[in-house]
């Protein structure tokens, strides 16, 4: 039989430690909090707010400590708006029919409930239940919003921090063959080419330069530099996300047109209703279109900036390389002492471009002298760790400048 709750209430106070502490003990909520206090004066005058809070305890609704968790991370500078804004609206999803709720009803076993239940539900966009990936997502954004609550003295304990996530994540996307990778191509090229189709080319962009879906959509006419041979990304996601990239040569001349009669800061694709650059959203569904012209598997934006990466570690690239050109930070210090990311990202896409049959210019090949293509061979051979010492003790010694 279950033990009944007994009602709050705040004891004490207590001397302690030969009356130089004084201590009081609250009560409720399910919960025990004790406080200290030099004197007894300052412990009876807690008491009595104590008592008074927990005759008319204060109302912590769901729905406004979402907003007030949002507003505080961006205080804070621990996120982007726009990343505080989608975390928003899917604390407000998950916890959709408890937002009205105070937060101190959640118990952990309705939090149980709550992820069980998210488990179930349908998505909109594939009909059926929500992966692994996303409902652990929800699950861990629950937990740190309800950490962030615990914190902040709204409640007494995270009521979602024993609930354990199920289902196992699958590890990267769907990627798109090689052949099916030049369908998609040369369908979006001929969907922009013959009908305007700004976000097929944008697509394209995506799959051939490794670029997020948002680092496409925010490009402005003033970064395409240098005859449209550079693009410039000037921030994103990570602070890794500052670089710029060599436009491959397809790509070029459509980027001119997109820019032509346009001022500087117009986005090159165009803005959304409120002048802005368009959500991310509208390229997603812009892949599905190309995909489907194009008769190939569905997969998303972020795949096409997947197979650029596999592509390009395929064919030869470091990894740490690749991650570099993709906006990622474990290239720091290579790139701080060797090379920049945007020289060797160049020779990453062309090598994709080459895959892909795209640049169909040929490159005059020059003569290889013994002697340099058995080094070459070496130097193909050895570990990526090893290459990186022998780059640092060459710069060392004179040997290759910086």
């Known amino acids: 039989m279950a033990r009944p709750k007994s009602p709050p209430r705040v004891c004490g106070p207590y001397e302690e430690r030969g009356g130089t502490r004084f201590r009081i003990r609250v009560i409720g909520n399910g919960a025990e909090k004790n406080l200290y206090f030099s004197t007894r004066a300052e412990a009876v005058a807690a008491k009595d707010d104590a008592e008074r809070e927990l005759l008319s ?12 968790f949002a507003e505080d991370k961006q205080r804070q500078g621990s ?4 990343t505080a804004a989608h975390e928003l609206g899917r604390l407000q999803f998950f916890l959709a029919d408890f937002l009205d709720d105070d937060i101190r009803d959640i118990t952990p076993k309705r939090a149980e409930e709550i992820y069980c239940a998210a488990t179930t539900v349908i998505s909109s966009k594939t009909g059926k239940p929500l992966e692994a990936a996303s409902h652990r997502f929800y699950l861990n954004l629950a937990k740190r919003f309800f950490s962030w609550a615990e914190k902040r003295g709204y409640l007494a304990a995270n009521s979602f921090k024993t609930v354990r996530p199920v289902g196992r994540p699958n590890t990267g996307k769907p990627q ?3 052949d099916e990778a030049n369908r998609f191509v040369a369908t979006a090229l001929q969907m922009f080419d013959e009908g305007g189709d700004v976000l097929a080319l944008a697509a394209v962009v995506a799959l051939l330069m490794g670029m997020r879906a948002s680092e496409v959509l925010k490009r402005r006419v003033r970064d395409v530099d240098c005859g449209g041979k550079v693009l410039w990304i000037d921030g994103g996601k990570t602070r890794n996300a500052r670089r710029h990239l060599k436009v491959p040569k397809v790509l070029q001349p459509r980027l001119l047109k997109l820019c032509e009669g346009k ?3 117009a986005p090159i694709l165009g803005p959304n209703r409120n ?5 991310h959203r509208v390229l997603w569904a812009a892949v599905g279109r190309i995909c489907e012209r194009a008769n190939v598997p569905r997969v998303c934006t972020h795949s096409l900036r997947g197979l650029w990466a596999t592509l390009s570690i395929e064919s030869g690239a470091l990894s740490d390389v690749v991650a570099s050109s993709l906006g990622h930070g474990s290239f720091e210090m290579t790139a701080k002492h060797y090379a920049q990311p945007e020289a060797v990202s160049g020779a990453r896409t062309q090598r994709v471009l080459d895959l892909l049959d795209l640049d169909t210019e040929p490159q005059p090949r020059r003569s290889v002298e013994p002697c340099e293509a058995q080094a070459e061979q070496l130097l193909a051979n050895l570990p ?3 290459l990186q010492k022998l780059l640092y003790l060459a710069v060392a010694r004179g040997v290759v400048r910086q």
């Open 275 to 279: 002048g802005g650059p368009r959500h």
């Open 263 to 265: 001022p500087p800061e």
């Open 79 to 82: 996120c982007k708006p726009e």
């Open 384 to 386: 990526p760790e090893i």
């Open 176 to 178: 798109l063959r090689i």
């Open 57 to 68: 305890p204060a109302t912590y609704v769901i729905r406004d400590l979402i907003v007030e």
